[in-house]
């Protein structure tokens, strides 16, 4: 047993499943930029008031979940989700706002003190696109085929785009007096947070998961029939944009935000798949923030997907298989001179990005064709003093297992041109 282990609620990534982030980063990066975006990286830590401000300070994410600590007489945080810090960021630099509207995107980790369970963290991962400065309801419709098309080429299992309306500042406070009027009768069945939350902010009761909360808020009236016109006419331009791409949703009337800057749609990406923790992405309109940190009055709109959880998704599905690649050619050596031969053809294959391995020459080709079969490689070329006197090295398909000899006279050429065939 190891002297010293990881952290509770924190983990290492192995090489196998660095393999699958590598996958959904690079399929994330692809998608991202043929839509526009551009790539912003802030500090795993920042101001702990900019996350009071943002995340809200009566919350449990700033009250017990986050990692705030003194840095020399200031508050400081690990930042527990990204948003807040891509508006910061948004601000403190024109550049980004000088092209209207700014399309943000970030990956990183994030940091939170919860308890730990499957799908939890409190280290995690998020990819998160922002689009600041653009109130057409025509930047919900991207942000939402985004997230539509990137979880489309994950290939993921039993997804459902699930989407609502919080209304905006003028028809919310309609809402939240209507439900708070039907909450009223029975509050004695609702958690000990719930019975906190039905005056400071009883939206969030109808997000609660717990069997008492969730069997008392039934029949709760649904945030769309409290909508203004306003609010009402881009929640429809929305669904009928969606429809009009072909993009399957359904409209979960339970989907909330507890913070008043939260504006119009809310959305999350779910699954059957993971149990309770069931959501892998989650955004939503939020056009009070940039106004909060400071800023004038700005629409925006955006999201964050966990890592982790399409991760996990991921390992249970056939596209792990696509994940992990292995080395293109194994390199078996058998003997001193015959690792002479082939130790600067394997610096050179690597120079030309050729993912390429090399055996131990003092071991048996047994037990290096064991090694290459282990590593998935597609291609094993065996050099031997057979090969040696030959001229002739032995290239075998891993796959098929069909043999061929290839030229030791200008080896490079001829491996490229035989295993990229």
Known sequence: MALFQTLKGFKDRLP???????????????????????????????SAELFKRSVGAATDIVEKEMYTFDDY??????????TASAVRAYLEHPELSASTPAKLYYIGPMFRRERPQA??????HQIGAEIIGEASPNMDIEILSLLFDFFQQMNLPNLSLEINSLGCPICRPVYREALQLFLKEKVTTFCEDCVRRFESNPLRILDCKKPGCKEATKNA??????LCLECSDHFKAVREGLTLLGIPHVI????????????????EMTTTNLGSQNAIAAGGRYDGLVELLGGSKTSAIGFAI??????????SNALQGKAKIGPTLFMAPLGTAANRLLLPMLFSLRQKKIKTEMGNPIRSLKNQIKQADKLSAKYLLIVGDTELQTGK?????????????????????????????
């Open 119 to 124: 799908g939890r963290f409190r280290q995690f």
């Open 73 to 82: 007489g200031k508050s400081v945080s690990l930042r527990p989700e990204g």
């Open 393 to 421: 090295g032995i290239l075998r398909n891993m796959s098929t297992h069909a043999q061929e000899e290839v030229s030791l006279a200008n080896p490079i050429e001829t491996l490229i041109t035989r295993i990229a065939s």
């Open 252 to 267: 979960n009337s339970r989907l909330v935000r507890g913070l008043d800057y939260y504006t119009k749609t809310a959305f």
């Open 16 to 46: 196998a499943e660095s393999a699958c982030w590598e996958f959904i980063l690079a399929s994330a990066k692809a998608t991202f930029d043929a839509y526009g975006f551009s790539m912003i990286e802030t500090p795993i830590m920042e």
């Open 306 to 315: 966990g890592i982790e959880r399409v991760v996990a998704l991921i390992n």
């Open 221 to 226: 009236p649904e945030p769309v029939t409290a």
